[in-house]
């Protein structure tokens, strides 16, 4: 505790701190000055972490030592706390919003509520995925998660299915994954993981499918599970191993294709090295992306069908478990994420170009809110 609070109190000394970007044309996130009371209800930490973006060159892995720093304070038993009905805070978690909902096990995050500038960035980015649209036949796909609803209102905090609509043009495909309660979200949830797991994420495929005409989707021939303690994102980031659960996925029969990460042949995920248990177990790996494919610049699935459409998907981890699923309807399937394709490419992304190049039919958006409120997730879209 000693050391996070001097971590933060130097830097926001230290570092006055710019208060516009000329490039984004936006207000800049500034330190605040150090607040007890803000510390322990997390606001000041939330501020902190935008700061670090917006303020330092390196920002990012300034901020992964102040995660391990922040995320080795000691957390609480939640199944000794009196949690019936509503939130409660996890300390010694990364983010202080995240708690746990009717003490049920789940590891949620409490709905952010957005301030104004927050909105008009969401509107920003929002206009720059319309920009697509003028080039390509594009498609939209919201995931409402528990960054969207307030369980225990039963409604949702921000609407964001909404604001796609009022700030895109007529022209537009929408589809979202909509939660009626609390039940249907642990449906469609892990436990202890931010995405969606293999029931949910059919869900969303079926529903993609739905949307862009696809015509017989892959039907799933059976469940599968190495009977092995999965922990998700959310334990893990928030020391919290309390709460355990299995790694269930579908099996599906997927015909012959090629696989190219980051311009190379590649293998997307390790699906066969799972299913015959040809790895050591770690309860600490993060098995969903082992299972279904690490997020990368770019991946290109090839099913080597010239009489069928080439695909672009812009997305984030939510759409790892669903590529191979979808491109199986298309020739190639090109899936950007474009928090690090310039990073792998050492050029920035430019969707036009992009399009042209590569002969896209159509372009499908598979958005979350995480996706939608990154800078990262537009640029180049502009073009």
Same mark, same amino acid.
């Given at each position: 505790?000693?050391?996070?609070?001097?971590?933060?109190?130097?830097?926001?000394?230290?570092?006055?701190?710019?208060?516009?970007?000329?490039?984004?044309?936006?207000?800049?996130?500034?330190?605040?000055?150090?607040?007890?009371?803000?510390?322990?209800?997390?606001? %000041?930490?939330?501020? %902190?972490?935008?700061?670090?973006?917006?303020?330092?060159?390196?920002?990012?892995?300034?901020?992964?030592?102040?995660?391990?720093?922040?995320?080795?304070?000691?957390?609480?038993?939640?199944?000794?706390?009196?949690?019936?009905?509503?939130?409660?805070?996890?300390?010694?978690?990364?983010? &202080? #919003?995240?708690?746990?909902?009717?003490?049920?096990?789940?590891?949620?995050?409490?709905?952010?509520?957005?301030?104004?500038?927050?909105?008009?960035?969401?509107?920003?980015?929002?206009?720059? &995925?319309?920009?697509?649209?003028?080039?390509?036949?594009?498609?939209?796909?919201?995931?409402?998660?528990?960054?969207?609803?307030?369980?225990?209102?039963?409604?949702?905090?921000?609407?964001?299915?909404?604001?796609?609509?009022?700030?895109?043009?007529?022209?537009?495909?929408?589809?979202?994954?909509?939660?009626?309660?609390?039940?249907?979200?642990?449906?469609? %949830?892990?436990?202890?993981?931010?995405?969606? $797991?293999?029931?949910?994420?059919?869900?969303?495929?079926?529903?993609?499918?739905?949307?862009?005409?696809?015509? $017989?989707?892959?039907?799933?021939?059976?469940?599968?599970?190495?009977?092995?303690?999965?922990?998700?994102?959310?334990?893990?980031?928030?020391?919290?191993?309390?709460?355990?659960?299995?790694?269930?996925?579908?099996?599906?029969?997927?015909?012959?294709?090629?696989?190219?990460?980051?311009?190379?042949?590649?293998?997307?995920?390790?699906?066969?090295?799972?299913?015959?248990? $040809? &790895?050591?177990?770690?309860?600490?790996?993060?098995?969903?992306?082992?299972?279904?494919?690490?997020?990368?610049?770019?991946?290109?699935?090839?099913?080597?069908?010239?009489?069928?459409? $080439?695909?672009?998907?812009?997305?984030?981890?939510? #759409?790892?478990?669903?590529?191979?699923?979808?491109?199986?309807?298309?020739?190639?399937?090109?899936?950007?994420?474009?928090?690090?394709?310039?990073?792998?490419?050492?050029?920035?992304?430019?969707?036009?170009?992009?399009?042209?190049?590569?002969?896209?039919?159509?372009?499908?958006?598979?958005?979350?809110?995480?996706?939608?409120?990154? &800078?990262?997730?537009?640029?180049?879209?502009?073009?």
């Amino acid at each position: 505790m000693i050391i996070a609070l001097f971590l933060v109190g130097f830097l926001s000394i230290i570092k006055p701190g710019k208060l516009t970007s000329a490039s984004e044309n936006r207000k800049l996130a500034t330190f605040e000055p150090f607040d007890v009371g803000k510390f322990m209800d997390g606001s %000041f930490q939330d501020n %902190f972490e935008s700061a670090l973006s917006d303020q330092f060159i390196l920002s990012e892995k300034i901020r992964t030592v102040y995660r391990r720093i922040i995320g080795s304070l000691p957390t609480i038993d939640i199944s000794s706390a009196i949690c019936n009905g509503r939130y409660v805070e996890l300390f010694g978690s990364v983010d &202080y #919003s995240r708690a746990t909902f009717n003490c049920d096990e789940w590891i949620v995050f409490y709905p952010k509520i957005l301030n104004d500038n927050e909105k008009d960035i969401l509107k920003n980015n929002i206009k720059d &995925y319309d920009k697509i649209n003028k080039l390509v036949d594009t498609y939209y796909y919201f995931i409402n998660d528990s960054f969207v609803y307030n369980f225990e209102t039963g409604s949702k905090a921000v609407d964001y299915v909404s604001m796609l609509k009022e700030n895109m043009s007529e022209k537009y495909h929408l589809g979202s994954l909509e939660l009626e309660d609390f039940s249907e979200f642990k449906e469609n %949830f892990y436990k202890t993981d931010h995405h969606w $797991n293999y029931k949910g994420s059919y869900r969303g495929y079926t529903e993609i499918a739905k949307l862009m005409g696809i015509k $017989n989707p892959l039907v799933p021939t059976s469940v599968g599970t190495n009977h092995e303690i999965f922990f998700g994102s959310h334990a893990r980031t928030t020391n919290n191993l309390n709460y355990k659960e299995e790694f269930y996925f579908y099996n599906f029969d997927i015909p012959k294709h090629d696989v190219y990460i980051d311009g190379e042949p590649g293998k997307y995920g390790h699906y066969e090295d799972y299913v015959s248990h $040809n &790895y050591v177990y770690n309860e600490k790996e993060n098995y969903y992306g082992y299972f279904y494919g690490n997020d990368y610049g770019e991946v290109v699935f090839d099913f080597n069908q010239p009489e069928k459409e $080439n695909l672009l998907i812009l997305s984030n981890s939510y #759409s790892n478990a669903i590529n191979k699923l979808i491109a199986s309807h298309f020739n190639k399937t090109y899936i950007i994420d474009l928090r690090h394709y310039s990073d792998v490419f050492g050029v920035d992304f430019s969707a036009k170009e992009y399009i042209e190049k590569n002969n896209i039919d159509k372009t499908l958006f598979i958005i979350s809110p995480s996706f939608i409120g990154n &800078y990262g997730n537009n640029k180049g879209l502009e073009s």
